[in-house]
């Protein structure tokens, strides 16, 4: 069965007012370093695995992409996309990440934000993208940090007045499902190593260019101040690959 929390009115209505919801791309944490890792993508076929409101779909365009897909399982996420769109070289499919079929050597570029920890067969997903990939195609991604989803909980250990004393780190070569809570709801994830992560990559036939561990921008270490957190340990894993 596969997962779909954000077509729950309680789920989405809770995700909706989350900052990246409403503010897009500049309240993503992880962003600036995200941005980075994208190819030049003037006049470029993209297709965004697990589009959600369409950010990302939206800012290819910005940056004259010739057609962007966005494809997510949610029906809410994305009729809340479409209303944001206006833009005929965007177009929004509903379907499972892990039922995407589409012709080989369709796209020269292929992302997808924080939506790969949600699905078991990330293997399966690899060679997926890579058949649909042209030759020098570029493949990037972002998944929550396998540091982060190591343990079921995802919370710091704290002390007896709430202070935040580390970030706990258990079963970390266990990979698998993990039943967690975001947004105070109960949701699947899964975990795997980063080694997992890399090798997947590299197995399907790609040749990896760059990994990166998240770490908030100047800008958001001075204006929240809880974001000093995020200097001890990764939230995010990024990557960036190519179909040699």
Known sequence: MKQNKYDDTLFFNAYEQMPRSTEGLKAAGEWHILQTLLPDL??????DLGCGFGWHCRYAREQNAHTVIGVDISEKMLQ????????????????????IHFADQQFDVIIS???FHYIESFEV?????????????SFVFSVEHPIFTACSKQDWYYDDHGNRLHWPVDYYQTEGR????????????????VATYMNAVIEAGFQINAVKESTPSDEMLQAIAEMRDELRRPMFLMIAAEKR
């Open 42 to 47: 003037k006049d470029k076929d993209v297709l």
């Open 80 to 99: 809340r996309a479409r209303e944001l769109t206006n833009d005929s070289g965007i177009s929004y499919q509903q379907l499972p990440i892990e039922d």
């Open 113 to 115: 934000s924080l939506a």
């Open 125 to 137: 997903i690899c060679r997926k993208v890579y058949r649909a990939l042209k030759l020098g195609g």
């Open 178 to 193: 993990r039943e967690t809570s975001f947004l105070n709801n109960d949701v699947i994830k899964y975990h795997r190593t």
